[in-house]
């Protein structure tokens, strides 16, 4: 799934929460910027903790196994189904269908098992659930009995003789479901429309649904055709992975219904069907085009041409990828459709990729730049799936992490094809690296790769989609390819995509596709395998601070612990040390890369005791660099004297390293700070962006006392120059920048001028805001700079501006508009204000139920909405976890959010014994955010009680 992120799920939240809010100094607006999480793998079952031992397997019998055994093969499903989308006599959304299976025979044994989840056979009990006829003139065995094992989701059959191997068996079942709002397998969904409420069906497999919608193998490696029916309302539309062979008008019990077949798939997993049956309609690609592709959404989104920045960039990103992968799109069709409830960000079904509205509409006149890239990298990394995840897919879910760090890696490489003019592949540093690097940092993080039989309930595998599985594996995956140089890496993997086709895999597959392709060619040259490489980087967490002394050309590494005394209790076969590629660089000079393969070595070259050396140039390694203070010293002379000199992205990345080298005790807290002293200087984005959410930290713990005072004037004095430069360069704010980062940055100088007190800036907002207020029909307020804009103007008014928002955010009729919206609500200072708008998550219709947990982090990162939300999550759990529990992204990043602050042994307390009453119960996809919340927590204070006093100095020294 995309940032929908999961788009991958999990995607979805990441993406989201930063697509909307990067433009937006997070430090500003107090935006909950995703930190994910972590789980601790070491420790055998992955969610052990969430799964309370009675409802443990009883008995070592097959059907207490989650996984399928390896006696059956399925060939292609007949799928026939038949959502209805008014309410029945009882008040139930429900759909019926019917559905055969072909399998074959490849283990002898009078036991079939398919995974059937929450459906209701209708065949007379006679036939038990199911009725099993032989293929090509096979015999079948009877059935002794069928029953339902609710607990590993399967369906029982049990045969009075064995099947027989090599023969081919016909399995028939007829049954009902609910299509219920839960976002989960088939599902509905509703929306109004001309202030009349339509229903939609539409699905959401991955990973473990589609048995929610029709009794199959659910397993990715159980590949098979699926013939696919549906039967929907006259004037609805229905659509699946295949095209529409055609759809006929029948009468059923005296209704009519429409039936449209679809081609038959290709072979592929079932958690890549797609079924959605809707009034929608579309935009087309032109008939030259060689693939067909379709944007759908409501009708208005679609006539208001919402669709047409998604239509204009799938034809050249699925280009890219046809050229990048050197391998042909492999369906004959492309549809994509925005979905106005969707828990991913989207999700790569193929042939039908499914999105949030806000990941694939995109309206020039509401939406922000970072509104139009989040499209743009969120359609990059779902069509990037039609190969690599679909094409070829993971043997089992623990391989997840190289299907999306894949998708996530080349998503960037896509969007930038699409757009060349913003320099996307930068933001990488910004989106996936810095911000994996927070989670891979602690001793609760885990490997990128687990152990097969380490995941098997449905719980685990959707624990898996975390930051580590997108970000950590998209940018080790970068790394990979930044040594091997692109073509090679390319080379390998078109190669990979042609011998595992209709096929699935391993990781391994892939290290080996590379590896013939490395020793074939003699330009290149690694000091080892690449399986021996990659394994110290997939096979064990973390990652290493690489140590530069320019005194000695010595290097070394270390792992790298945000906490300096926390103990790593899992073990690694590699001891923590792995095989780094370092780039670097001399007094602005390139040169090249140097291996290091051990805890410590030298390299002369680097020795120098007059010029600055800079390692991991560009930031292509998964590491964190540290220097000799001479050599900080010196780079910190640089930056002052021609920050130029060092590349945009280093001087984001010497500020990022330095703050987290500074948490982690290994340089002090103000040679951090120090590195931000060159900002009145500096206009590009990267580095304001990388200080700001470093400075962010030192809000969330000194907001609330004096040390606020003399922070707040030293960023004054360097954000001014940054907000008089895009005063005149904007012409007195009545032009945007034309530079995509320009804008982005434009937002940061904004925010953070508003939150430090520049003057003019808060009268700036307020004024825009007004000027709306007068004339809510014409919003004078540039999208880029809405968040900001509505944030500050509701934070330094009261309720009428609160009311007039809400208003706004109730008329919305676009996603972006409205989640800008609801954050903005999040931002005023009235705790009776934000009372109430939590009380309003409660009710799904004031806030849709997807969204709601997003207010609640929002609210959560405004300094006076945090104990407020403390409150709250308490006195709410059970709605709260009942509601938010299962979905793993959401349900971590709200206990996150709640917690960041946390900095006293008093909040500790509170939060342990939180834990331990609810300990029973468990906290499902939240077990590991609550431990992680603890150790934050217990950092936090440590880390207040040593450096509050040296902040304040310095503080107060360099802000006069
Ligand atoms: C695994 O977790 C359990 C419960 O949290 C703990 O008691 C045990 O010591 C852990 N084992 C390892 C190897 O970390
Ligand atoms: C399955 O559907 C296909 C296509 O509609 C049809 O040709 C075939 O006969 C069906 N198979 C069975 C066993 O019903
Ligand atoms: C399935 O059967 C159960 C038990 O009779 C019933 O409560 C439930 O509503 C049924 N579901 C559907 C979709 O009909
Ligand atoms: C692309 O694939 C074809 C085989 O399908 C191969 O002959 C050709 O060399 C490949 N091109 C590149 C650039 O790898
Ligand atoms: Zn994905």
């Known amino acids: 799934m995309g940032k929908g992120f999961y788009i991958s799920k999990r995607l979805g939240l990441v993406f989201l929460v930063l697509g909307i809010s990067a433009v937006v100094s997070i430090l500003a607006l107090s935006v909950i910027y ?22 443990s397997p009883p008995s070592n019998k097959p059907w207490d196994k989650y996984r399928l055994p390896d006696s059956l093969s399925p060939q292609f499903y007949n799928v026939t189904l038949w959502p209805r ?7 139930m959304y429900f759909f019926t269908g019917t559905s055969g299976v072909a399998f074959t025979c490849l283990k002898e044994t009078d036991l079939i098992l398919i995974h059937s989840s929450e459906l209701n056979y209708t065949l007379t009990p006679q036939t038990h659930h199911a009725m099993l006829t032989g293929l090509g003139g ?118 009519e219904v429409l039936r449209t077949r679809f081609e038959p798939t290709a072979k592929m997993s079932t958690y890549l069907l797609a079924f959605v049956v809707s009034e929608f309609t579309n935009i087309q690609s032109s008939p030259e085009a060689d693939i067909l592709i379709r944007i759908w959404a409501r009708r208005e989104a679609i006539e208001t041409g919402q669709g047409d920045y998604a239509l204009k960039l799938t034809f050249p990103i699925l280009k890219f990828f046809e050229k990048y992968y050197n391998t042909t799109y492999p369906l004959s069709k492309s549809d994509q459709i925005a979905l106005p409830d969707f828990s991913a960000g989207a999700m790569e079904n193929w042939g039908l990729v499914t999105y949030r509205e806000t990941s694939l509409l995109y309206n020039p006149k509401v939406s922000s730049s970072a509104n139009k890239q989040w499209v743009a990298v969120v359609i990059s990394h779902e069509l990037a799936h039609m190969w690599f995840g679909n094409l070829v897919t993971m043997r089992w879910w623990n391989n997840l992490w190289l299907n999306e760090g894949f998708a996530t890696y080349v998503s960037y490489l896509g969007a930038d094809y699409a757009e060349p003019t913003w320099n996307i592949k930068d933001l990488m540093v910004l989106h996936e690296l810095q911000a994996v690097f927070e989670v ?39 790394m990979l390819s930044e040594f091997l140089s692109e073509p090679v890496f390319a080379k390998g993997l078109s190669n990979y995509l042609q011998q595992y086709a209709y096929d699935t895999s391993v990781y391994t597959d892939l290290w080996q596709k590379l590896q013939e392709v490395v020793d074939a060619d003699s330009n290149v040259h690694l000091p080892a395998s690449i399986n021996e490489i990659m394994n110290r980087w997939i096979l064990q967490m973390g990652y290493p601070v690489v140590t530069v002394n320019t005194h000695t050309g010595g290097i070394s590494q270390q792992h790298f612990l945000i906490d300096s005394e926390a103990e790593v209790d899992s073990p690694s076969q590699y001891n923590y040390e792995w095989f780094v590629p370092i780039t670097w ?93 060159y900002l009145s200087e500096e206009r590009e984005y990267i580095p304001w962006e990388s200080a700001i959410k470093n400075v962010r930290y030192f809000f969330l713990m000194f907001e609330q006392s004096e040390v606020f005072g003399p922070l707040k004037m030293y960023l004054r004095g360097k954000v001014q120059p940054l907000f008089d430069h895009f005063r005149v360069i904007t012409s007195n704010w009545t032009q945007m920048p ?172 509170q939060l342990e014994r939180f834990k331990e009453d609810y300990a029973a119960k468990g906290f499902g996809s939240g077990t590991q955010a609550m431990d992680q919340a603890i150790e934050t927590t217990k950092a936090n204070i440590k880390w207040v009680s040593e450096n509050k006093k040296q902040v304040m100095d310095w503080m107060i020294k360099h802000s006069a």
Request: with cysteine; net charge negative; proline share 4%.
């Open 138 to 255: 096979t015999s079948a065995p009877v059935i002794l009995e069928t029953w339902l094992q609710t607990q590993t989701q399967l369906m029982v059959i049990h045969l009075k003789d064995k099947l027989k191997v090599g023969k081919s068996y016909w399995l028939h079942t007829e049954f009902r479901g609910e299509l219920s709002d839960d976002l989960e397998g088939f599902y509905r969904s509703e929306f109004v429309e001309n202030g009349v409420k339509k229903v939609l069906a539409t699905t959401q497999m991955q990973p473990t649904d589609a048995r929610k919608a029709f009794p199959c193998f659910d397993e990715p490696a159980m590949k098979a055709v699926f013939h696919v029916t549906l039967l929907h309302p006259p004037e609805t539309v229905a659509l699946s992975n295949g095209i529409e062979l055609g759809t006929e008008s029948i009468t059923i019990n005296n209704q």
């Open 585 to 677: 660089m001399k007094k602005g000079v390139n040169m090249g890369q140097h291996w290091l393969l051990s805890k410590t070595a030298t390299h002369e070259p680097m020795r120098t005791n007059s010029e600055w050396v800079l390692a991991n140039v560009n930031v292509t390694g998964y590491f964190r660099v540290n220097y000799d203070p001479q050599n900080w010293e010196r780079l910190l002379a640089q930056l002052s004297l021609d920050h130029k000199a060092i590349p945009v992205l280093n001087r984001g990345q010497i500020i990022d390293d330095a703050f987290n080298l500074a948490r982690a005790n290994i340089i002090h807290t103000t040679l951090a700070l120090s590195m931000t002293m």
């Open 85 to 91: 989308l008014e309410m029945d006599e009882r008040g």
């Open 738 to 909: 034309s530079g995509h980062m320009d804008r982005y940055n434009q937002v940061n100088a904004i925010s953070l001028a508003c939150k430090t007190g520049v003057d003019g800036c808060s009268e700036l907002t307020r004024a825009w805001y007004r000027w709306w207020m007068d004339n809510p029909d014409s919003n004078p307020i540039h999208p880029d700079l809405k968040m900001t804009v509505y944030c500050n103007a509701i934070a330094s008014g009261g309720v009428e501006e609160w009311d007039f928002g809400w208003k706004m955010f109730k008329n919305a009729s676009i996603a972006a508009e409205a989640m800008k919206l609801l954050f903005a609500l999040s931002c005023t200072t009235e705790p009776w204000l934000l009372n109430r708008f939590l009380e309003y998550t409660l009710n799904s219709s004031a806030i849709k139920k997807q969204d709601a947990s997003f207010v609640i982090s929002y609210v959560a990162g405004n300094v006076i909405g945090q104990p407020l939300v403390w409150e709250f999550f308490r006195g709410n759990w059970e709605y709260v976890f009942k509601n938010f529990g299962g979905g793993s992204f959401l349900f971590e990043s709200l206990i996150q959010g709640i917690a960041e602050r946390f900095s006293t042994q008093f909040e500790l307390q």
């Open 440 to 478: 891979d940092a602690l001793v609760s993080s885990h490997p990128l790769s687990s152990r097969e039989d380490e995941i098997a309930t449905p719980d685990q595998i959707n624990e898996l989609f975390d930051t580590i599985t997108y970000s950590k594996g998209a940018m080790v995956l970068r």
């Open 34 to 55: 995703s930190q994910e999480k972590h789980k601790n793998k070491e420790n055998s079952t992955v969610v052990s903790t969430a799964v309370p031992s009675s409802k």
